[in-house]
């Protein structure tokens, strides 16, 4: 029986739409609630051939639909129509965050990323706590803080020390501010015309995002894609400053012979075009870098933390690889650990304690954040890496910093009540100064 009425109305008809075979196949009730659902997110067109089925719905479905229809019901429309819950964000003006403004006098002062960064960092994604306030208020901006001048003062006095004597790593608790300091002496760099590499979203070399192929003969990997992708960004960032450096030798990549003189930015357009040589082309510039003696570079590396466990990609017989089986974060490693070293610059890397399954307990404890028994033994591959790092700690808001980053969400417009120091008050003691918690109660009225 149960074959006769699947069979019968497939066999002796024309081909059948997939909707009109669920029609066909479930009751009554259940094919209305699949076509009302149709006509909710078709619209136009739908909408008016399916007037019938809206006739058959129940009330609450009907309203719901016409609500929608109107943009006052669905998840985007009280936010655009619903001005007692939510106000549109106020464009505000600031002055500029630049090398001549990242001083003491300014602390406490909320300063917009130049338009010169904002252009140069266009093809890399922001971490994501600082695009969700980018998106929000515009321009993108951060509040100037006492460890900021004091970690852009030891980065300024390293452009004429060797990068080996120069490894700092940002920690602190979930959500201090640790990317956004990084971010804000990437953009002192650029600013002061350094190379500047950034990397803010190390997690994304090692969970297994990008296709990866084993080199022959070894037990290393490279990952094409992200290598081509990485060059163009690099490219992007640097161009005025990399036009301006050339090759000290001829340069063999793969196939391709790039010629004595040849300009750097010509180097790392061969990576883009070519992913097959794109991991040789970083490692020629990184070498290039190193050869030159005149502008200081600094490596910028957030979410360090996950380049010092095993990563997300699998060896052929189903283990995890260590980071140096994969020749571009082991490339990096390099001048983390100060195996290698630019002649003038530093490397400046953040923890991130938002990915709790990616934290690295043997950088916790090379960095003194974290104390564990001798007795315990960590992997002797990642271990030689941590080797020589300096911890530099980022706190929550001060009182001052707090209140300057208030102000500026004030005049952006983006609380529910009315601003006021009983408010800021309660905001601060509750978030206990943490940028994070403070940014999510000011914004959202958590």
């Known amino acids: 029986m149960a074959s006769r009425m699947f069979n019968t109305p497939l066999t002796r008809t024309a081909p059948q739409t997939l909707a009109a075979r669920a029609r066909t196949l479930l009751p009554t009730q259940y094919a209305n609630y699949v ?23 129940n009330s609450f479905r009907k309203k719901k639909v016409e609500e929608e229809d109107k943009g006052e019901g669905g998840s985007g429309g009280a936010a655009r129509l619903n001005e007692k819950y939510y106000k549109a964000p106020t464009p505000v003006k600031v002055e500029e965050f630049l090398p001549s403004t990242a001083t003491k006098e300014h602390v406490g002062q909320v300063l917009g990323l130049s338009s010169g960064v904002t252009s140069a960092l266009s093809q890399i994604a ?70 500047v590499i950034y990397i803010p979203k190390a997690s994304k070399w090692m969970n297994s995002s990008f296709a990866y192929n084993k080199v022959p003969n070894t037990t290393n990997f490279v990952q094409p894609l992200l290598a081509s992708t990485f060059a163009g960004q690099i490219n992007s960032a640097n161009k005025d400053v990399l036009s301006k450096i050339v090759t000290s ?45 005149e502008i200081p570079t600094l490596i910028a590396i957030d979410e360090v933390n996950t380049f010092f466990r095993p990563t997300e990609y699998l060896s052929q017989d189903a283990k995890p690889l260590d980071p140096e089986q994969l020749k571009l974060p082991k490339l990096f490693l390099n001048y983390i650990s100060g195996k290698n070293s630019l002649n003038h610059g530093a490397v400046l890397s953040a923890t991130s304690d938002s990915l709790l399954a990616q934290k690295s307990e043997v950088l ?50 983006v609380f529910f009540d009315a601003a006021s120091e009983s408010l800021f008050m309660s905001k601060f003691i509750t978030s206990n100064g943490n ?12």
């Open 35 to 57: 076509t009302a659902s149709a006509v909710v997110m078709a619209g136009g067109k739908a909408k008016k051939a399916s007037a019938k089925v809206k006739q058959q719905s």
């Open 126 to 195: 922001y971490p994501t706590l600082l695009s969700e306030q980018f998106d929000l208020i515009k321009p993108a901006a951060l509040v100037v803080r006492e460890k900021t001048v004091d970690l852009l003062e030891k980065i300024d006095a390293s452009m004429k020390t060797p990068s080996a004597d120069n490894r700092i790593v940002l920690t602190g608790e979930s959500g201090a501010g640790k990317s956004a300091m990084l971010l804000q002496t990437v953009s002192h760099c650029l600013n002061a015309g350094w190379v």
């Open 249 to 293: 030798e001829d340069i063999t990549v793969g196939s391709h012979q790039i010629e004595k003189g040849t300009p750097l930015t010509q180097l790392l357009e061969t990576g883009v075009k070519y992913q097959v040589a794109a991991q040789d082309v970083i490692e020629a510039f990184m070498k290039e870098l190193n050869a030159q003696k």
């Open 364 to 413: 916790e404890v090379a960095l003194g954040v974290k104390s564990v028994s001798p007795y315990k033994s960590f992997s002797q591959t990642i271990a030689p890496w941590t080797q020589g790092l300096t911890r530099f700690e980022v706190p929550n808001y001060t009182t001052e910093e707090a209140k300057g980053i208030f102000d500026y969400y004030k005049k952006a417009n």
């Open 435 to 446: 940028p994070r918690k403070f940014f999510t109660s000011c914004a959202k009225g958590i």
